[in-house]
């Protein structure tokens, strides 16, 4: 585990994406694309974070435990999200 | 490591003395001795709270106490049974104690974190201690806006912020129990070898670790909207006080896993040891200690099919709630088969066991008649809703505590309790759990509505067997609390393995030593290797 | 796996829990993993209410972000960038045994982490002295000012978490630094400083989020 170093290069290449991405997110804002607005914002958003989880967090280089609990903490998160927006969504509605 | 060896009888207890060598202690076994007695300490300030409850509706007039005193009396046996006792009981207390040494590692992982969940347990109590002692809260204690945001004239703050903190404490141990059972097992220690009381813990960390922050912003949220008077639960501004209601059982539902789920951890060691049976479908009672801990979050919305949230939701949350009972099924189905044809010994904690069974399938059937949404419109918030989470809480959780803690006193205390006495008090506890708890099930089920001081007259005779079933459940406490102290001076030498059970907490002296082996054991066989032969002939 | 060339000295960071060095580090990182789950799951409430209420009050929500400084916060989204940068950055130099690059990169880090700060106390300041706070004279100009305060409440909430978070953090990298120089890790054993560049990074996460979702929702026009 302690093995895999990333180069230094790998570091700044991902924090370019990273400004690029910023930089793309608040051009696309200024764009009036209705609903859409927020769904692209959000994808980049998330390609932001995993980026910053696989790279900087290293958890590409990772033992599988630790995919497991990323990913248990954002699907726990899904399932507070979607079961509590089945309500909101349907509750005037009839 | 632990050269001081077993020859001059080091132990945990007497390697050193002092206040400070147990407040500044780092042993978790130590760290559960405190916690022992803190939890004990609160189980009897809500034991109190019940006392007044339960004498308030001798009379159908409420004549004991005022409206609002009783507000205060049931919101403060909840909170205090909730989150100071029920919920930390078991894991921080036996979990703390036994997971190192059912899994042969010296100590938790994070020993010091251990310590800290202890201080930040006593904090909290402080808050709430001192919200009680300044008056009380009259919330309930499921805290709902905007009564508790905004309506309520009692000291909702400190008592939030206690039970904020509280939050804390039941993280840090989760945390702590995840990352030791993933990476200090003994060589040899598969995860399919590990006994089900650490599968249990497990399962019961993971709902700690992702539930407790939802509820700690969320009364961090109501006790900010109190303190500056806007938030976003206001209906006044346009916020959904049902919003708090979801965010609020998103944990409190996986809540009442983290009761229940160690309780069921401690039947399946008790049940195998005392049938000196292999535990019937091993696996599958792994698994559904997880399934219960992920479903467990997929259907807190059954705790507002009448709040106002949509049908369309309340409907998708009635069926989810049908998905928890099947891993629970699988338990108490195994739990029985495992009993078939085995040698049961009768003694203290298998009576526990059997109790727990019993009246967790009984609490555990009426969670799915109330999850019923044509059904429960009827009965919510009424005192059917009330017997049956005690019947899962005391008769279920609490039992399985009662259970646990007669089946490892010999190994924490290296003394026995008397046996005698002690099957005496079990079977008080049951008869007195009954008496008090299932004419509720009938109170409600006619239409007592809960939380409130004062009844119709016809309901009075239910009422009264209630109460003086309490006073015999009362009394089934106070028993082992006096025969526990007097073992520790006079009751027998326990030995290593008192009850001849398999796990490697037993291969160890009682009480064991600081670092639990004089050498790190090596696992050869899997839990409850108990040797069935013997008795396969007949 | 090369536990036998263990020096005297690497020995002696091992607590005594754990039988070696390999199994104290894996324990450091799980626990760090375990916590940022439970971090996920703390904002993820308020995160919570914040889609809940968009999705009821969307005109609403758009009309009040216009109150929001685009160009503080992007800014304020390099400045987190950067220091996740140098975070990661430190904790190659820790990898690599040079203590001073760490403890260089380190201070960077903190000193970016503040300049975020001051920005963002900046920021509050002008919303402070345009009625914008909720509770302290909260007057609103724009229409449905009640659910206009919603959002200035989840706002000031959420950013407000965030900050504390970031605190919390300087104030770990500080003590960091401290053993980092006082020679408490080597080549073989830097697991504090990798798991504290964890927490650095996922404060940044949140940070990615909250930029979007409260600053640009509805800049155009
Ligand atoms: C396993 C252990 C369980 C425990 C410790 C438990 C505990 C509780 C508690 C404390 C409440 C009352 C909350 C309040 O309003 O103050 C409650 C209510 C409820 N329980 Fe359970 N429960 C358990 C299992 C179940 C199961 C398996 C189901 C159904 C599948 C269930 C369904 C319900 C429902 C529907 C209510 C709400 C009733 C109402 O308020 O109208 N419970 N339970
Ligand atoms: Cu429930």
């Given at each position: 585990?302690?093995?895999?170093?990333?180069?230094?290069?790998?570091?700044?290449l991902?924090?370019a994406?990273?400004?690029?991405?910023?930089?793309?997110?608040?051009?696309?804002?200024?764009?009036?694309?209705?609903?859409?607005?927020?769904?692209?914002?959000?994808?980049?958003?998330?390609?932001?974070?995993?980026?910053?989880?696989?790279?900087f967090?290293?958890?590409?280089?990772?033992?599988?435990?630790?995919?497991?609990?990323?990913?248990?903490?954002?699907?726990?998160?899904?399932?507070?999200?979607?079961?509590?927006?089945?309500?909101?969504?349907?509750?005037?509605?009839? | 490591?632990?050269?001081?060896?077993?020859?001059?009888?080091?132990?945990?207890?007497?390697?050193g003395?002092?206040?400070?060598?147990?407040?500044?202690?780092?042993?978790?076994?130590?760290?559960?001795?405190l916690y022992?007695?803190?939890?004990?300490?609160?189980?009897?300030?809500?034991?109190?709270?019940?006392?007044?409850?339960?004498?308030?509706?001798?009379?159908?007039?409420?004549?004991l106490?005022?409206?609002?005193?009783?507000?205060k009396?049931?919101?403060?046996?909840?909170?205090?049974?909730?989150?100071?006792?029920?919920?930390p009981?078991?894991?921080?207390?036996?979990?703390?104690?036994?997971?190192?040494?059912?899994?042969?590692?010296?100590?938790?992982?994070?020993?010091?974190?251990?310590?800290?969940?202890?201080?930040?347990?006593?904090?909290?109590?402080i808050?709430?201690?001192?919200?009680?002692?300044?008056?009380?809260?009259?919330?309930?204690?499921t805290?709902?806006?905007?009564?508790?945001?905004?309506?309520?004239?009692?000291?909702?703050?400190?008592?939030?912020?206690?039970?904020?903190?509280?939050?804390?404490?039941?993280?840090?141990?989760?945390?702590n129990?995840?990352?030791?059972?993933?990476?200090?097992?003994?060589?040899?220690?598969?995860?399919?070898?590990?006994?089900?009381?650490?599968?249990?813990?497990?399962a019961?960390?993971?709902?700690?670790?992702?539930?407790?922050?939802?509820?700690a912003?969320?009364?961090?949220?109501?006790?900010?909207?109190?303190?500056?008077?806007?938030?976003?639960?206001?209906?006044?501004?346009g916020?959904?006080?049902?919003?708090?209601?979801?965010?609020?059982?998103?944990?409190?539902?996986?809540a009442?896993?983290?009761?229940?789920?160690?309780?069921?951890?401690?039947?399946?060691?008790?049940?195998?040891?005392?049938?000196?049976?292999?535990?019937?479908?091993?696996?599958?009672?792994?698994?559904?200690?997880?399934?219960?801990?992920?479903?467990?979050f997929?259907?807190?919305?059954?705790h507002?099919?009448?709040?106002?949230?949509?049908v369309?939701?309340?409907?998708?949350?009635s069926?989810?709630?049908?998905?928890?009972?099947?891993?629970?099924?699988?338990?108490?189905?195994?739990?029985?088969?495992?009993?078939?044809?085995?040698?049961?010994?009768f003694?203290?904690?298998?009576?526990?066991?059997?109790?727990?069974?019993?009246?967790?399938?009984?609490?555990?059937?009426?969670?799915?008649?109330?999850?019923?949404?044509?059904?429960?419109?009827?009965?919510?918030?009424?005192?059917?809703?009330?017997a049956?989470?005690?019947?899962?809480?005391?008769?279920?959780?609490?039992?399985?505590?009662?259970?646990?803690?007669?089946?490892?006193?010999?190994?924490?205390?290296g003394?026995l309790?008397?046996?005698?006495l002690?099957?005496?008090?079990?079977?008080?506890?049951?008869?007195?759990?009954?008496?008090?708890?299932?004419?509720?099930?009938?109170?409600?089920?006619?239409?007592?509505?809960?939380?409130?001081?004062?009844?119709?007259?016809?309901?009075?005779?239910?009422?009264v067997l209630?109460?003086?079933?309490?006073?015999?459940?009362?009394?089934?406490?106070i028993?082992?609390?006096?025969?526990?102290?007097?073992?520790?001076?006079?009751?027998?030498?326990?030995?290593?393995?008192p009850w001849?059970?398999?796990?490697?907490?037993?291969l160890?002296?009682?009480?064991p030593?600081?670092?639990?082996?004089?050498?790190?054991?090596?696992?050869?066989?899997?839990?409850?290797?108990y040797?069935?032969e013997?008795?396969?002939?007949? | 796996?090369?536990?036998?060339?263990l020096t005297?000295?690497?020995?002696?960071?091992?607590?005594?829990?754990?039988?070696?060095?390999?199994?104290?580090?894996?324990a450091?990182?799980?626990?760090?993993?375990?916590?940022?789950?439970?971090?996920?799951?703390?904002?993820?409430?308020?995160?919570?209410?914040?889609?809940?209420?968009?999705?009821?009050?969307?005109q609403?929500?758009?009309?009040?972000?216009?109150?929001?400084?685009?160009?503080?916060g992007?800014?304020?989204?390099?400045?987190?960038?950067v220091?996740?940068?140098?975070m990661?950055?430190?904790?190659?130099?820790?990898?690599?045994?040079?203590?001073?690059?760490?403890?260089?990169?380190?201070?960077?880090?903190?000193?970016?982490?503040?300049?975020?700060?001051?920005i963002?106390?900046?920021?509050?300041?002008?919303?402070?002295?345009?009625?914008?706070?909720?509770?302290?004279?909260?007057?609103?100009?724009?229409?449905?000012?009640?659910?206009s305060?919603?959002?200035?409440?989840?706002?000031?909430?959420?950013?407000?978490?965030?900050?504390?978070?970031?605190?919390i953090?300087?104030?770990?990298?500080?003590?960091?630094?401290?053993?980092?120089?006082?020679?408490?890790?080597?080549?073989?054993?830097?697991?504090?400083?990798?798991?504290?560049g964890?927490y650095?990074?996922?404060?940044?996460?949140?940070?990615?989020?909250?930029?979007?979702?409260?600053?640009?929702i509805?800049?155009?026009?």
């Open positions: 585990m302690t093995g895999h170093t990333i180069s230094r290069n790998r570091y700044f991902i924090f994406a990273l400004i690029v991405l910023l930089v793309l997110t608040i051009s696309m804002a200024y764009v009036d694309l209705g609903p859409f607005n927020i769904i692209i914002a959000l994808t980049i958003a998330i390609i932001k974070a995993v980026l910053v989880i696989l790279y967090m290293h958890v590409r280089y990772s033992s599988r435990v630790t995919w497991v609990f990323v990913s248990a903490g954002f699907f726990w998160l899904l399932i507070m999200f979607t079961l509590t927006m089945s309500d909101i969504v349907t509750r005037f509605s009839f | 490591m632990s050269t001081s060896g077993s020859e001059n009888h080091t132990n945990y207890l007497n390697d003395y002092g206040v400070k060598s147990w407040l500044l202690t780092t042993d978790h076994k130590r760290i559960a001795i022992m007695i803190s939890i004990t300490l609160f189980f009897m300030i809500g034991g109190f709270f019940a006392l007044v409850i339960r004498l308030t509706l001798l009379s159908p007039n409420g004549t106490v005022s409206a609002d005193t009783y507000n009396m049931f919101t403060m046996h909840g909170v205090t049974m909730i989150f100071f006792f029920l919920i009981s078991i894991p921080a207390v036996l979990g703390n104690f036994l997971v190192p040494m059912m899994i042969g590692a010296r100590d938790l992982a994070f020993p010091k974190l251990n310590l800290l969940s202890w201080y930040i347990y006593v904090l909290g109590g808050f709430t201690l001192s919200a009680m002692v300044l008056g009380g809260v009259d919330t309930g204690w805290f709902y806006t905007p009564l508790s945001s905004g309506y309520s004239h009692t000291n909702v703050v400190p008592t939030v912020i206690g039970v904020f903190i509280v939050g804390f404490s039941s993280i840090l141990t989760g945390l129990f995840i990352v030791t059972i993933h990476k200090m097992r003994a060589p040899g220690l598969t995860w399919f070898r590990l006994p089900l009381f650490i599968w249990a813990h497990y019961t960390s993971v709902i700690q670790v992702l539930g407790t922050p939802v509820i912003v969320t009364l961090a949220l109501v006790g900010f909207e109190r303190i500056t008077g806007v938030g976003i639960f206001d209906p006044n501004i916020g959904d006080p049902i919003l708090f209601q979801h965010l609020f059982w998103f944990y409190s539902h996986p009442v896993y983290i009761m229940v789920l160690p309780s069921m951890g401690i039947v399946s060691e008790v049940v195998t040891c005392f049938s000196q049976r292999k535990l019937f479908g091993y696996r599958q009672m792994a698994f559904a200690s997880m399934a219960i801990a992920v479903f467990g997929l259907v807190w919305g059954h507002m099919f009448v709040s106002g949230q949509s369309y939701a309340g409907m998708a949350f069926a989810l709630s049908f998905l928890v009972a099947i891993p629970s099924a699988v338990k108490v189905f195994n739990w029985t088969a495992t009993l078939y044809k085995g040698t049961i010994r003694n203290t904690p298998m009576l526990y066991a059997f109790g727990f069974i019993g009246l967790f399938t009984i609490g555990g059937l009426t969670g799915i008649v109330l999850a019923t949404l044509p059904v429960d419109v009827h009965v919510h918030d009424t005192y059917f809703v009330i049956h989470f005690h019947y899962i809480m005391v008769g279920g959780a609490v039992m399985g505590y009662m259970a646990g803690l007669h089946f490892w006193w010999p190994k924490i205390t003394k309790y008397p046996e005698g002690a099957k005496f008090s079990a079977l008080t506890l049951f008869v007195g759990f009954n008496l008090t708890f299932f004419p509720q099930f009938i109170l409600g089920y006619l239409g007592m509505p809960r939380r409130y001081h004062i009844y119709p007259p016809e309901f009075q005779v239910l009422n209630s109460t003086a079933g309490a006073s015999i459940l009362g009394l089934g406490y028993i082992p609390f006096f025969y526990f102290m007097w073992s520790l001076r006079k009751g027998k030498v326990a030995g290593n393995n001849n059970a398999k796990g490697l907490e037993w160890t002296p009682s009480p030593p600081t670092f639990n082996f004089d050498k790190t054991p090596v696992v050869t066989e899997e839990a409850y290797a040797p069935e013997d008795l396969a002939g007949g | 796996m090369d536990n036998e060339q005297h000295e690497t020995r002696s960071f091992v607590a005594h829990q754990f039988d070696d060095l390999e199994q104290q580090k894996e450091g990182t799980l626990g760090m993993w375990a916590f940022l789950a439970t971090e996920i799951l703390f904002f993820g409430g308020m995160f919570m209410a914040y889609f809940v209420y968009r999705f009821s009050y969307p609403v929500f758009a009309a009040a972000s216009q109150y929001m400084d685009v160009a503080l992007g800014v304020n989204t390099g400045v987190l960038l220091s996740s940068l140098t990661a950055l430190a904790v190659h130099a820790a990898q690599e045994g040079k203590r001073k690059q760490i403890i260089l990169f380190l201070i960077i880090t903190m000193v970016f982490g503040t300049v975020f700060l001051v963002k106390g900046v920021e509050y300041h002008h919303k402070f002295v345009e009625h914008l706070v909720p509770g302290f004279d909260f007057h609103y100009e724009g229409a449905e000012p009640g659910k305060e919603i959002y200035f409440i989840l706002y000031f909430i959420m950013t407000g978490f965030h900050a504390l978070h970031l605190i953090g300087i104030g770990v990298l500080t003590v960091i630094a401290v053993m980092t120089a006082r020679g408490r890790f080597t080549k073989e054993y830097y697991t504090p400083v990798e798991i504290s964890l650095w990074h996922f404060i940044d996460i949140v940070w990615i989020f909250l930029y979007p979702l409260l600053y640009l509805h800049v155009h026009k």
